[in-house]
């Protein structure tokens, strides 16, 4: 049996359901309310990821705020994937996703210097009052070197642990 440690960083703005989608991931709880993470919340879990390989992700989840004075190169250091989050209600946050990927590039690579694997999650796709259109994305995922988009419901749990999935496997393939 191969063990696989990942440090998996999520990162994006405030609100976008960052810490709600670590929390379906790991413990299948999802709250209607919004409790600001403080610093860095980091959750554990294990996957038997096939006969021989077992998953082990170390999440780290920021506190938006933490954006406005740029992320600590602790937080980047040794990670082997990021998600990059919005909220399709929230154009804002949307446009925000560049500079997550920039400061992401500029901070960590790969040991071999490449870029780290990022999916670009474009979440609380359950609401009605979507601003941010399929088209669009895409166009901006493929031009900011995502490796892959998908859209998300954390409420409803929809694609929660296929990104996951779909990340693990990036990873793996690069290394
Ligand atoms: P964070 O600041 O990025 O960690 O965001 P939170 O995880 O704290 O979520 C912010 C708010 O959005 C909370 O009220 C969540 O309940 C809500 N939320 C998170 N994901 C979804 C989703 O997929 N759909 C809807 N409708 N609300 C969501
Ligand atoms: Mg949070």
Known sequence: MKEHVMK????????????????????RQFNETYKPTSGVDFSVKALQW???????LHIWDI???????????VFYKG?????????VTDSSSFHSCQEWKQDLNNKV?????????????????????????????????KN????????????????????MRRLVQEILSVQ
């Not at 040991?111 to 359950?126: E, Q, T």
């Not at 859209?151 to 749990?157: I, K, W, Y």
């Open 109 to 141: 690579t790969l040991p071999s210097g490449a870029p780290i694997p990022c999916i670009l999650l474009a979440n609380k796709c359950d609401l009605p009052e979507r601003v941010v259109t399929a088209d669009s994305i895409a166009e901006f995922s």
């Open 79 to 87: 990670a082997l994937g990021c998600v990059v989050m919005f909220d």
């Open 8 to 27: 998996i960083l999520i990162v994006g703005d405030p609100a976008v359901g960052k810490t709600s989608f670590v929390e379906q991931y790991v413990s």
């Open 144 to 163: 900011n070197g995502f490796f892959t988009w998908m859209e998300t419901s954390v409420r409803d749990n929809r694609n929660v642990d296929e990104a």
């Open 50 to 56: 096939s006969d021989k390989d077992m998953v082990r």
């Open 63 to 73: 506190a938006g705020q933490e954006r406005f004075i740029s992320l600590t190169r």
